[in-house]
């Protein structure tokens, strides 16, 4: 034993050494030297280790484990029903009242979830759970059991595909760190962080190398012999005073809207390099304040122990020898433009006194206003600070103002002495036109903003999701403004528009996507509560719906174009919307649904994946119309597939919420069951209602909800916004809501009367009493709308429990259209972003190792996301 303990510490310190810190960490890598190190105290001790027991069997050992771990929560709940008679005993079966009973428990469970209306149709499935005689759910048996009738897809598409060597291969992207992909493929990039990264790259080495061939040039060729005054630090000066200019170009350059926006109208569809570019303004936006910042410092360090050295020293008969504004004749290239202001000149020029070095800095043109842009520029970097900007927006804002018009005034006087450089200030040669082009735009919006008040725009309707406690944190708010005249405002699927509320924040602009389609008479969009602004905007709409003041006035400024902008014109589509993440695809989705319904052929469109993530489930009420059209188009049905997740954890201590999802999990394995052993290969898969998922190979979870699609039956409807009364989604339900959303979806095709006979303001259907139609003949049972039976009033949509599998389920997309590219189109947090050009980057290392297994092209997986501010 004493021998064991000598070699387990000699093999500690051994284990110590080698960590990095001195000591084990929690890092997996450490955690790995750990197991090594245990595994050399076993070799060198003579223990035995891992293996069996003559007694003691790992099958042994595997049961131990399982009837000690053992979760009998589900066992209990149910022996307590029991006990409390709400449930029969077991074997015996339910009676009508106790089964109202369970549904009732059920109901309340779900609405952790945010479910606020189960049909009996969706608990069945979960009812037979609880009495131990399981079925396979009405909406999946419905599916199985009914000829397929899509016409769309014609390939194959095998049921629970799950890619070779996913784990493998995953593994081997995370290691190495395959998420900053960034080849370039036929033109295209992925736009991840890598290629960013080159595009970052090339554009600091063109500022860098523009700015040394200026400095080259005024240096060795205009001012020759010049750094024996100043130093070679006007090298410095000089290369650092052209990169400033060139970066405020592209300063305002990059935030001239409109600009990009006729842009992108007028260069091919061919030319995505481009676009990228333009699709990243915001990240060379920031960019180029860095640098921006960097050059400042390095061009004032260098005048200062450089230049205000050298006219201290030497007299001014000597600087007027080489001073350009003294000597014009006598320097190169000094009189390019022949424009001189001397009434700007301080000290005048030529010089005819000495100066001290304070007085250059603080007595002169050049010195003063170069302490100034200094002081500025250091205070925009520090409120431009992702979090200083997140906690005093606003400070923010009128930094940013005040800067648009001082720095380029500052950089003009700074310039105007013309002491060293081509005898005129470089900010108005360089940067004058993107000065220009940027105004504009501030004067359109300026424009808008006096309409906006003069003519009082207001919001037309407003629906919201009350946040934290009921109030403002966190609220998802949903509104619908009149749209501007075609003169302000042409639109665009997937672009977005700045929000100005006049009576709150006076010339003041917030950027949201639009939600609502190319057809619709109003603007939409649907906003969440996160900051002083938009609490402001949910708490106006909130006090609007008790009775209290007026929804407020508003100005729009836009649209602008965002990456979603391309997505009409690939062949397959990935869209990922995590809450309201999802707006830019609304939108999306409702262009889509007006395209196909006015002529189909003019998209090339093959397969469009919408998966929407929230955390509670009643905010995917928002698309209930988006839902309803997509099920009344067969081609839609073909094409278009939705993959619904809820992400809400199992709250704690909550009985009857353990119990809907409990049931859920177990309901999900038979079907999952059924589902397998059906047709291995699919042909011709129709009916969005099957959970894409389990298709893909993820094997989650999956309830089917009636109240996702509005009822063809307004008596059913009625009821079903019945039970929402008195709570936030009520007015999601409404008949007036569902109507505008409905005129904005089937505006072009005109088949609104299909799946709804609403009423509000301006009925769909003129018919009061209309007959629901015939399956049959407009939704057939197999699609997204599955209706179980003709008599009853359920339709069914699968909603996923939990986060999709991005891998799987990407690739699986992927594998299904081998002949096409696959892009993905992300709107939501940073987290998201990176999950899913992660998982990018292995179904692209996937892709490659088919292709050169099977000697075919390879396919390649691009990602898109959401930059706009």
């Known amino acids: 034993q004493g021998t064991f303990l ?71 709940a149910l022996t307590h029903l029991r006990e409390a008679k709400i449930i029969p005993p077991q074997g015996q079966p339910f009676s009508q009242e106790e089964s109202d009973a369970l549904r009732d428990l059920f109901r309340s469970g779900a609405q952790a979830f945010g479910i606020w209306d189960l049909s009996k149709t969706a608990l069945e499935g979960l009812i037979h759970q609880v009495d131990g005689t399981p079925i396979v759910s009405p909406a999946l048996r419905s599916w199985l059991e009914t000829p397929h009738d899509s016409q769309g897809l014609i390939h194959d598409r095998q049921i629970g595909q799950v890619p070779e060597n996913h784990d493998a291969l995953a593994q081997e992207a995370h290691r190495k760190n395959f998420s900053i ?66 970066l405020t170009a592209v300063l305002y350059l990059s935030m001239a809207r409109s600009t990009f926006k006729a842009l992108y109208q007028i260069i091919p569809k061919s030319c995505s390099l481009l676009t990228h570019v333009f699709d990243a303004h915001k990240e060379m936006h920031m960019l180029a304040g860095n640098m921006m910042l960097v050059a400042a410092v390095a061009h004032t360090l260098a005048h200062c122990t450089g230049t205000a050295v050298g006219v201290q020293r030497h007299s001014p008969e000597e600087l007027n020898q080489i001073l350009g504004c003294a000597n014009p004749e006598g320097i190169r290239g000094h009189t390019i433009t022949g424009v001189r202001f001397k009434f700007l000149e301080w000290p005048a020029c030529p010089l005819t006194e000495k100066y001290s070095y304070w007085e250059v800095v603080f007595k002169s043109m050049p010195g003063l206003t170069g302490v100034l842009l200094v002081v500025l520029a250091f205070v925009i970097g520090y409120t431009a600070r992702n979090v200083y900007r997140k906690k005093s927006y606003d400070i923010f804002w009128y930094v940013h103002n005040v800067a648009i018009v001082a720095w380029p005034l500052l950089l003009f006087l700074h310039g105007s002495n013309a002491w060293v450089g081509i005898g005129f200030p470089l900010v108005i040669l360089i940067a004058g036109l993107p000065f220009i082009l940027y105004q504009l735009d501030r004067v359109v919006r300026l424009i808008r903003y006096i309409l906006a008040v003069v003519t009082g725009v207001r919001i037309l309707e407003a629906t919201i999701r009350p946040g934290k406690g009921g109030g403002c944190e966190g609220a998802m708010t949903y509104i619908s403004v009149k749209k501007p005249p075609g003169v302000f405002w042409r639109f665009w699927s997937g672009t977005y528009a700045f929000i100005s509320m006049p009576e709150y924040a006076p010339l003041q602009w917030h950027a949201f996507t639009i939600c609502s389609g190319q057809e619709s008479d109003t603007v939409d969009f649907l906003i969440s509560g996160i900051g002083d602004w938009t609490r402001h905007l949910a708490q106006c709409v909130l006090d609007y719906e008790k ?26 589509l990935v869209a990922v919307g995590a809450g309201v993440g999802i707006t830019p695809f609304l939108s999306l989705m409702a262009t889509i649904i007006s ?132 709570h936030w989604t009520h007015g999601v ?80 997309i992927g594998q299904a259209q081998e002949g096409n590219n696959v892009h993905v189109y992300i709107c939501g947090n940073e987290t998201i972003v990176r999950g899913i050009k992660d998982a990018c980057a292995v179904c692209n290392m996937h892709a490659a190792e088919d292709a050169k297994e099977l000697r075919k092209k390879r396919q390649k997986y691009f990602v898109h996301y959401e930059r706009f501010g």
């Not at 051994?14 to 030297?33: Q, T, V």
């Not at 700015?211 to 000089?238: H, P, T």
Request: net charge positive; hydrophobic share 40%; with cysteine.
């Open 6 to 76: 000598l070699k387990v510490r000699s093999c500690c310190k051994a284990a110590e050494a080698r960590s990095p810190a001195g000591k084990m960490s929690n890092e997996p890598e450490d955690l790995y030297s750990r197991q090594l190190v245990v595994r050399d105290i076993y070799s060198k001790s003579g223990v035995q280790h891992g293996g069996e027991s003559e007694h003691m069997t790992k099958d042994r050992l595997t049961s131990l484990d399982k009837a000690t771990f053992k979760d009998i929560r589900w066992e209990s």
């Open 181 to 246: 992909f960034d080849e370039v493929h036929d033109g295209h990039m992925t736009f991840a962080k890598g290629e960013l990264m080159v595009m970052k790259f090339w554009f600091v080495f063109g500022v860098f190398a523009l700015s040394n061939a200026y400095a080259c040039y005024v240096v060795f060729y205009s001012y020759s012999g010049i750094e024996q005054y100043f130093s070679i630090l006007i090298y410095v000066a000089r290369g650092c005073g052209m990169a400033i200019a060139l």
């Open 547 to 572: 009775g209290i003041g007026k929804l407020p006035r508003i100005a729009l400024d836009g649209p602008f174009m965002a990456p979603t902008q391309s997505a009409l014109t690939r062949k397959v």
């Open 595 to 726: 395209c196909f319904e006015d002529n189909p052929k003019n998209i090339p469109l093959k397969e469009a994946h919408f998966f929407w993530m929230t955390r509670s489930a009643d905010e995917l009420l928002f698309g209930r119309a988006y839902f309803s059209a997509i099920c009344s188009n067969q081609e839609l049905r073909d094409r278009v597939f939705l993959h619904l997740h809820l992400t809400t954890p199992l709250p704690e201590k909550n009985a009857a919420a353990f119990l809907f999802r409990e049931s859920i999990k177990r309901q999900s394995k038979v079907d999952q069951k059924a589902f397998m052993d059906s047709e291995k290969k699919v042909k011709s898969i129709g009916g969005q209602q099957m959970p894409w998922c389990w298709v893909n190979g993820a094997m989650q979870d999956v309830i089917w909800l009636s109240s996702l699609i509005p009822n063809l039956d307004e008596a059913v409807e009625e009821q079903l916004r019945s039970k929402h009364q008195g």
């Open 733 to 812: 339900m409404s008949t007036t809501f569902n109507a505008n959303l409905r005129r904005m979806v089937t505006k072009v095709g005109g088949r609104s009367s299909q799946f709804s006979a609403g009423s509000g303001d301006g009925p769909v259907s003129t018919n009061s009493n209309p007959t629901v139609p015939k399956p049959e003949s407009h939704i057939s049972s197999t699609t997204i709308a599955s209706r179980i039976n003709q008599h009853e009033e359920d339709y069914l949509l699968p909603v996923v429990f939990g986060r999709p599998d991005f891998v799987r389920e990407i690739r699986a």
